[in-house]
């Protein structure tokens, strides 16, 4: 740790420009009605944008005690009360409401947009509705997962086929590092650090504006962060194809000589090579798959390929020390991801 800081200090702020091209939603009295808005509900939520919410106390207070508590304590005369209903304003964005309560009250969706399940872990955390925050720790470790495996690069960027979050971008790496610590799922940060770690320092400082218009920004902390990762990323991929930058065969190369097949092929490597070790951070890329399409020998293919998979290994194992975080990591597989806690380096 290097300033003592907490490391999540992204700047969350919403565009005033939001829902500009929609039609004005119908309203009452002076609140425009949001989804969902249940006409037998009795109880308006107010986004702090305006959008209010008409749901159940009943389902809130049984899902939330955070809700059931500020129903309890605001019992006053003087509550706002519109067609019948307690009106409660909240801070959360309207976006965050809509995405929680359409959750709540029209649940079912196997698949959801990123922004859902952001606002589930979001909200799900800030009002302790439990089954929300954990339906979204287990989808986001769908993409950021606990455990390295060969698909592991289509996960880290959204393409990973059949996945319960139907639009996440590398970018949305940018929220996740924020709500991961935000809402303590430390075990999310080492590979949304590492996606950031691929990107170039120009756009890790210009932030990042997500589907809704908000705007992402780095800490100072999260870029000496990243910036300490990247060295390390660095060095591994050198290490995981370090046998064409030293020009090596294995020992047991079945074929000698310089004219020997696999010297010829490495030599054709070098300068792919020399090109990755200065722009590719991929280290947890399967390297060893690469190695193996190469038409090396067969003894100089498993020579390599074992170098590359205890370098990947060993990087997957470090991740988290290399990005300078002191959790528990790598987390064993019996672990439940939201049982652990975060050791911040105050
Ligand atoms: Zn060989």
Redesign the pocket.
């Known amino acids: 740790m290097d300033d003592g800081r907490p490391a999540k200090r992204v700047k969350l702020e919403e565009t005033p420009t939001e829902l500009k091209t929609e039609p004005p939603p119908a309203s009452v009295q002076g609140i425009p009605q949001g989804e969902p808005w249940l006409e037998d509900g009795n109880v308006i939520l107010v986004a702090q944008d305006g959008t209010g919410f008409r749901v159940f106390q009943s389902v809130l207070s049984k899902n939330s005690a955070v809700f059931r508590e500020m129903f309890a304590a605001s019992r006053l005369p003087t509550s706002e009360v519109v067609e019948g209903c307690s009106v409660y304003r909240l801070s959360d964005t309207g976006s965050d409401l809509h995405h929680v309560l359409q959750a709540l009250f029209d649940s079912g969706a196997t698949k959801l947009p990123f922004s859902s399940v952001a606002a589930m872990l979001r909200i799900g955390s800030k009002y302790l509705i439990e089954h929300l925050r954990e339906d979204a720790i287990q989808r986001l470790r769908e993409n950021f997962p606990n455990q390295l495996s060969l698909d592991i690069k289509a996960r880290l960027h959204g393409t990973f086929q059949n996945g319960v979050i139907t639009d996440l971008s590398l970018q949305d790496s940018f929220t996740v590092v924020s709500l991961a610590w935000e809402c303590n799922v430390p075990q999310l940060l080492p590979t949304a650090y590492y996606n950031l770690a691929q990107m170039s320092m120009d756009v890790l400082i210009s932030g990042h504006v997500d589907s809704e218009g908000r705007i992402w920004e780095l800490s100072k902390d999260d870029l000496k962060r990243i910036a300490k990762g990247q060295a390390h990323l660095r060095r591994s991929v050198a290490a995981q194809v370090k046998f064409v930058l030293f020009m090596e065969?294995?020992s047991a190369?079945?074929?000698s000589g310089v004219d020997?097949?696999?010297w010829g092929i490495i030599c054709g490597l070098r300068e792919l090579c020399f090109s990755l070790i200065n722009t590719c951070l991929g280290a947890l890329n399967p390297w060893h798959i690469w190695i193996a399409n190469q038409k090396?020998?067969a003894?100089?293919t498993k020579h390599f390929s074992d170098q590359s998979v205890a370098e990947r290994t060993k990087a997957w194992s470090m991740l988290a020390k290399w990005f300078d975080l002191d959790i528990e990591w790598p987390v064993p597989a019996t672990i439940q991801i939201s049982a652990i806690s975060a050791t911040r380096t105050q």
């Open positions: 065969t294995s190369c079945l074929a020997r097949p696999c090396l020998c003894d100089c």
